[in-house]
């Protein structure tokens, strides 16, 4: 087993553990003679509950895993098919699977959290989701989640395009003798991309510009319909609540009554047993 991997076991350690773990792990190295992956060791960083759950889920349950990423390599596809002008379709279609994926990981944590006897928060719930998010458009994020050495929450900075130029050169630009597309190689960089794209038609930059925008409003509108779906169940628990403390106070009111008819019964009981004697 090398260094690493003894890294790699670190972070399954429980973060309460990581510190002291991470320190004799290091001190084991320098006597070993390593002290250059001593001092590398000793700079890791320890896990936030969040990120260690998510790094457990990966390590317990990697076809949880393996869903998100499958997802992610759809979503990218689908982003870039719709920036091409292919149409959002499919990111639509994906918009449903997207949320569920989510839910699905972060029910997989609360099994992981069970099995360690951890306590989950809402505000951690809140952060393995948006790590999740990230992961799903932000291929950084996957690496650090499928290596399994997360140590804080990420979140998707908004709706994220895979890298692509600022917008595509149009079909009319494509080829034509004399332009700079015609003389375009693999191996031009996104910069030179870049300039090819502002010199396309202003005609062609709106339309480009429009599809975007008509895409953009249709993942504004799947957003916007998640929030109300959750400002509903929201609403429900709130109800629920309210109704539990109603029954809660009407409970405790039959049970005072009920002490207080005892009370007065054992009372009645013990003057008729005076009389009786």
């Not at 099995?115 to 951690?124: E, F, G, L, P, Y």
């Not at 300039?195 to 429009?210: G, I, K, Q, S, Y």
Request: no cysteine; net charge positive.
């Amino acid at each position: 087993m090398t260094w690493d991997d003894d890294a790699d076991a670190l972070y399954a350690v429980p973060p309460e553990e990581f510190v002291a773990a991470r320190d004799a792990l290091a001190r084991r190295l320098r006597a070993a003679g390593d002290a250059e992956a001593a001092a590398t060791v000793r700079a890791l960083r320890k896990p936030a509950v969040a990120a260690w759950l998510l790094n457990e889920v990966a390590r317990d349950e990697p076809e949880t895993l393996q869903r998100a990423l499958d997802l992610a390599d759809r979503l990218a596809a689908a982003q870039a098919h719709a920036l091409s002008g292919g149409g959002g379709s499919a990111l639509r279609t994906l918009a449903a699977e997207r949320r569920a994926v989510v839910s699905d990981v972060v029910t997989a944590v609360g099994r992981v959290a069970l099995r360690h006897a951890k306590d989950v928060s809402d505000a951690q719930r809140e952060a393995i989701a948006g790590t999740v998010e990230a992961a799903l458009a932000d291929p950084a994020v996957a690496a650090a989640w499928t290596s399994r050495r997360l140590t804080q929450p990420e979140r998707a900075a908004g709706f994220m395009f895979p890298a692509a130029d600022p917008l595509p050169v149009p079909p009319s630009l494509r080829g034509k003798p004399g332009t700079s597309v015609a003389k375009a190689s693999p191996q031009r960089t996104a910069p030179t991309r870049r300039r090819v794209a502002r010199v396309a038609d202003p005609p062609d930059r709106l339309r480009v510009a429009e599809q975007r925008a008509a895409e953009l409003r249709r993942v504004a509108e799947d957003a916007r319909e998640h929030v109300e779906r959750l400002e509903a169940e929201l609403g429900t628990v709130e109800a629920a609540v309210r109704a539990a403390r109603l029954a809660l106070r009407s409970a405790r009111s039959a049970a005072a009554k009920a002490e207080l008819f005892a009370a007065t019964a054992e009372q009645a009981a013990w003057e008729a047993a005076d009389r009786s004697r």
